[in-house]
Every structure is written in C-alpha cells, then in structure tokens.
C-alpha cells in the first residue's frame, strides 16, 4: 500500500535532485529520506531513481511516469481536503429549497441573492410545491430546506423559522360585475363562485380562507380546485371564479385579475422557513434567510 507520505517524500527528491536538499525541505534527515524511497522501489517492484551518492542523476522512465502521476493524486487529495473543510463550514455543496408560489412576490428572491452573494460555490435548486408536498420532500431527503404556510399537520422534527408576512385578498378577473366596486367586502363574494386549492395540500391556508368567509357571513361554494397559487389564479383570470389569495401575488396577471384588499381582521399570515436535519450550507442559508426567531 502506497500512502501519500511516500508519494510526497518521492516528489521532492525528484524536484531537488537531491537526497539532502529534499530531506531539508520536508523537514527531516537524509537518511530516513533515503531509506523511505528504497522502501517505496521495494514496494513498487522497480527503480525510479537512478543515482549517484547524494545526488539523483535522473529518473527512469517508470520514475518519470511514477512522478507525473503521484503529483495527480497529491493534487486530488489537496482538493478532497479543501472540498471536504468546505463542505463542513457550509461554503460548498447543493441546498435543494422549496416555495410556496406567494414567496417568489415577497422576501425570497433578495434572500437568495445575498445568499449567492454571500456563497458562491453553494448552488440551489428551486421547488415550487405547496406547503405539504415541502414536509414530505423535507422528511424523505428530497429537499433540505422549504417555504411554507404553517401550520403544519405533523410538525414533530420539522423547525419552522419566521421568514415573511403577508395578508389574504380577494382576487376576480377584470371583467367580473364586482371588479369596479368601491368599499368591497369579503360578504360582497358570498354568492360566487370559488376556485381554491385542496386542503391536503395547504391545510393551514384552507382553513384560514373557510374561517374568514364563516365569519363574514357564508360559506364558499368552491366549484374548482387547482394545484398551486399561479394555477388558481390562472382560473380566475379566465372568469372560472374568484379566489382568496396571498396579497404579495398581485404582480400576477394584473391586466387580467383584479385584487381587491380584506379589511376584515384575521387575514395577516406569516411564511416560516422550515428545515429537517440541515447540514452545514442549509444552516448557512437560515442565518441569511431567517430573522432569527422561531414559530
């Protein structure tokens, strides 16, 4: 077995040119060094060396092939090192994050650029996927870290770190008879058509949504449901039904849908970023990304 040790003792020698010189340079004596590399001939099966006294007249062309090569592997074991110490302060590696659709409207994409601007070499993948589907890819290792609505279903190992505000509004298309209304309330839409999405998939949203319009009066009569915000929107700008969405989205089709703000108390909802078992370059980004408070 051939160790690293050996390798760099047998670069020396053949950079120097000499026993003593090279002994000099790796901080030891001559004749451990010289003792060393007939060991290493030994283990090889064949001269590297040819020598005279002290001095190396010259290489074989087993010593010169030896050289070229033990240099490589000096080099990719340098990087494995620094890769490694890299990886383990968080300033390398891959962070695959999820998002709910609103987060692209609010904090998210400063965060992620001081992120890249603060580490380079870490590169992110983007999710977007509703609230659940994030915990599943959370827990089962496809996603290290996510955006999401809280509450969650089953939060036991799962932290939640404040990330964002953001407030509920009601959404229809342009053309819709309410679209122009002044002083509108959430009772205005009691008689409409809803276009929503599953409550498996954002169970905190949902609800929060039902508990607005129960205490407005009604309960919505959801006629479509679509999988994420942008495709629930996508609904209402077509005339499919009105929605109650996130207030960050009105940058979404606004020659198309109409935002109309909810003035009643209870439409205020934080996004929290979540995390299961970081490691080193995720824990890097929740310094960045989180306000240090925990939900």
Known sequence: MIDLRKMEQFVTVAEERHFHRAAQ????????????IRR???????????????????LTE???????????????????IATTRETAAGRTGLI???????????RLPDTIRTFRRARPNVRLELREATTAAQIVGLRDGTLDAGIVI??????????????????????MSLGHPLASKDDFCLADIADEDFVLWPMVEGRGFHLQVI?????????????????????VLSLVAVG????????????????????????????????????HQPGPA??????????GGSE
């Open 25 to 36: 340079r790796l901080g030891m004596s001559q004749p451990p060094l010289t003792v060393a």
């Open 40 to 58: 290493l001939e030994e283990d090889l099966g064949v001269d590297l060396i040819e020598r005279g006294g002290n001095r190396v007249l010259g």
């Open 62 to 80: 087993a010593g010169l092939t030896f050289l070229h090569e033990a240099r490589e592997t000096l080099r990719q074991a340098d990087h494995a």
């Open 96 to 106: 695959r994050l999820g998002y709910v659709g609103s987060a692209l409207y609010g």
């Open 150 to 171: 809280p509450p969650i279903a089953e939060p036991t190992g799962i932290e939640l770190h404040h990330f964002d505000q953001d407030r509920l509004c009601i959404a």
């Open 211 to 231: 508990r607005l319009c129960t205490e407005a009066g009604f309960v919505p009569r959801v006629t479509q449901e679509a999988h994420g915000m942008h495709a």
């Open 240 to 275: 499919a039904g009105v929605s109650v969405v996130p207030e960050s989205m009105r940058q979404f089709r606004p020659d198309q849908i109409t935002y109309q703000p909810i003035a009643e108390a209870g439409a205020d909802f934080p996004l929290c970023l979540a995390l």
């Open 282 to 291: 995720t824990v890097a980004f929740k310094e960045i990304a989180s306000f």
